[in-house]
């Protein structure tokens, strides 16, 4: 399997090291020995140039965009809007197939969407209306045919029970908060167990309390489970509280401008400052160059 | 002027915090409504009230008129229904009507089925269901009652061909629009679990569509007991007994007014019956229960 995408990526028009940020050959080679070893990364983004179609215009939302994320990572994709952040996410998810380039996942080319890879929406109504609280964390892993019956159960139960809805399963979800849909959409993902979590600005839609409160049980909910997520935001503050890395996009289309790791406390203000200086630099410096 | 605006600032005003109150200490919080607010709130009886508002106008304009050929009393009309229901006959000449009924309609829906089926998956499904909705849904079912008759010959199968003309269309359109409009992310959401082809469209888009599904339905309904009733009219009796329709076209030729209107009367009733009730207890459980619908 791997040898096959190894070949894919070496006919293809990708160039080597698509990120010049990061020394990666060394890394690169020792990932073909074992695929599943826990020392390569989990995702490999290659090279990927997205493109999708409106009704007018071909739009290329990134254009050969790289990045590794290793398990237990919570790497976060930042940038303006435009960046193509969430188009990579769908290609991440499987849902747009890169026009060049390679996604791979445990070394394996993603080619359509699956439940080894769940996505959280920004909306609320990812949730079926006509589900449960319960039924809908289960409705995946049944969909899928992943777990018996009972087997759900159970795990539905303790994954709602760490989101704290343990109270809420019988309830359908229009009785709900916004909040505690997000929570019930994490939990329904979290019971998957999958290999990757992708997060499409999960708390974006969110009031500002709500949101703050919302990071902080992600984060308790990382030290407790250690799974791997793929995180997007357009908020730098967010991108800090809640990642480990961090992904810095350009916009129109969406190029890598730096990764960064993330740091709690002290040295996050300045963290701010110098993501914001990257970002709004360009924008001065577009500005400045229209008229 | 404008130093002196630049001047005028706000008072500084003390801070303060403050105790809230003991919620048992404010007194009313919550109060049961009254009676008549309750009563006000069950539909039913609103219903209820509007229709024998309505009946009792029928009465008493028909006292009025006094001319029990052309218009009888409600009294009357009750009287003659009994009088149908008593005898067996009424009842028989529905049950008639009823089961044609549901043959075509359950045919017609199956169809609609299959066809939205196909519109969903493949493109060239999509353009076949648009072009056949655009080209058969203006045209009323009745008028093809002439060519059933030529096909099918005198009999239920030609009324079930008019059926199943006059459920498709109204079904199947309602449930292609309820599935174009199923949000994108719920979609995603479903494609995401793996659902792929005939369970992403059952476990997927028809739960998502219901509320559009339903209306279809209750559409489809209306124009197949309407349609069935103008062709009973037309064309009456089928393998020796006849319709609801037929028993109001005998009673007209024998002027027994009053039985013309139990017809209808039941015809309405059977309406009313599967509108508020069939319909509604379908509604509770699923789309009201989701809170798809108010």
Not at chain 1, 25 to 53: H, I
Not at chain 2, 172 to 196: C, D, E, I, P, W
């Amino acid at each position: 399997m791997t040898r096959e995408t190894g070949t894919l990526a070496a006919v293809g028009p990708t160039p080597p090291h698509p990120n010049p940020l990061r020394p990666e050959g060394a890394e690169r080679e020792s990932r073909g020995a074992a695929a599943s070893d826990p020392a390569s990364p989990l995702l490999e983004v290659e090279g990927v140039t997205l493109q999708y179609k409106t009704k007018q215009h071909l739009v290329t939302a990134t254009y050969r965009v790289g990045f590794e994320v290793h398990r237990g990572d919570r790497f976060i994709l930042l940038g303006p809007s435009g960046c193509g952040k969430s188009t990579l996410l769908k290609g991440v998810g499987g849902f747009l197939t890169p026009v060049e380039g390679s996604i791979r996942l445990n070394g394996r080319t993603i080619e359509r969407p699956g439940p080894d890879r769940m996505m959280v929406f920004q909306e609320f109504d990812q949730l079926l209306p006509w589900k449960t609280v319960k039924q809908n964390v289960m409705f995946p892993m049944l969909a899928s045919r992943r777990c018996s019956q009972r087997e759900a159960t159970d795990r539905a139960m303790t994954y709602i029970a760490k989101v704290g809805l343990d109270k809420f399963g019988d309830v359908y979800p229009h009785m709900l908060s916004g909040g505690m849909k997000q929570r019930v959409a994490i939990a329904r993902a979290m019971a998957m167990e999958p290999e990757i979590l992708l997060m499409d600005e999960p708390f974006a839609a969110l009031d500002a309390l709500t949101r703050r409160k919302m990071q902080d049980e992600l984060l308790q909910l990382w030290d407790d489970i250690r799974f791997t997520m793929l995180f997007v935001t357009h908020s730098i503050e967010e991108a800090i509280i809640v990642g480990n890395r961090i992904l810095v996009l350009s916009p129109h289309p969406g190029q890598v401008k730096a990764e960064l790791n993330s740091v709690r406390g002290e040295g996050a203000e300045a963290l701010q400052r110098r993501i914001r200086g990257m970002l709004f630099a360009e924008a001065i410096e577009r500005a400045g160059a229209a008229p | 002027m404008s130093a002196e605006h630049a001047a005028i600032l706000p008072p500084v005003r003390p801070e303060f915090e403050r105790q809230t109150l003991d919620a048992r200490n404010i007194g009313e919080i919550e109060r049961p409504l009254s009676l008549w607010e309750r009563l006000g709130n069950i539909t039913p009886l609103r219903r209820f009230l509007l229709l024998a508002a309505l009946a009792a106008i029928w009465q008493l304009y028909a006292s009025w008129l006094d001319n029990p050929l052309i218009f009888p009393t409600f009294g009357d009309t009750v009287a003659a229904l009994v009088k149908g229901v008593v005898s067996g006959e009424l009842l028989a000449r529905t049950l008639v009507s009823i089961k044609v009924l549901v043959m075509g309609y359950a045919a017609g829906v199956a169809i609609a089925a299959v066809l939205t089926g196909l519109a969903v998956s493949t493109r060239l499904g999509t353009d076949l269901l648009s072009t056949l909705t655009a080209m058969f849904n203006p045209l009323p079912a009745i008028a093809l009652l002439p060519l059933g008759l030529l096909w099918f010959g005198l009999g239920n199968p030609s009324l079930i061909f008019v059926l199943i003309h006059s459920v498709l269309w109204a079904v199947s359109l309602n449930t292609f629009s309820g599935f174009l409009a199923v949000s994108q992310t719920l979609r995603m959401a479903g494609h995401n679990y793996g659902l792929k082809g005939v369970s992403y469209v059952a476990r997927i888009l028809v739960p998502a569509a219901l509320p559009a599904i339903l209306t279809g339905l209750k559409v489809g309904w209306a124009f197949a007991w309407r349609t069935l009733i103008a062709a009973e009219l037309v064309f009456g009796v089928s393998s020796g007994s006849g319709g609801l329709g037929w028993y109001i076209y005998e009673n007209k030729n024998e002027l027994e007014t009053a039985n013309v209107f139990a017809g209808l009367f039941t015809v309405i009733i059977i309406g009313l019956f599967i509108e508020s009730v069939v319909f509604r207890a379908i509604e509770n459980s699923t789309v009201r229960k989701w809170g798809m619908q108010q």
